[in-house]
Nanobody, 114 residues
């Protein structure tokens, strides 16, 4: 089983994107879920996390711009990204928090460029 993120694309600075990730019920209901990203030449980092009761936290660089949410009925987690910056360019993944190495999918590419 892998978690497949989708919704990425090319966007200009200041633009927005919404990522989504569907998970199986077993994974979704018992775990904190998170969005990670990996930029070229950098380590993968956790940028946003959400508990089963929708408590959220964010890495400082995205606070106020990104919003993580979940739809428990659809077993889906979302990442709304606003005011995107070139430094947000990366491949974005979803996974549990802490991550489960067996669940990494291919991710979705987000490119912020004019």
């Amino acid at each position: 089983v892998q978690l497949q993120a989708c919704g990425g694309g090319l966007v200009q600075p200041g633009g927005c994107l919404r990522l989504s990730c569907a998970a199986s019920g077993n994974i979704f209901s018992i775990n904190r879920m998170g969005w990670y990203r990996q930029a070229p030449g950098k380590q993968r980092e956790l940028v946003a996390a959400i508990t089963s009761s929708s408590y959220t936290n964010y890495v400082g660089s995205v606070k106020g711009r990104f919003t993580i949410s979940r739809d428990n009925a659809k077993n889906t987690v979302y990442l709304q990204m606003n005011a995107l910056k070139p430094e947000d360019t990366a491949v974005y993944y979803c996974n549990t928090v802490p991550y489960d190495s067996t669940l990494w999918g291919q991710g979705t590419q987000v490119t912020v460029s004019s």
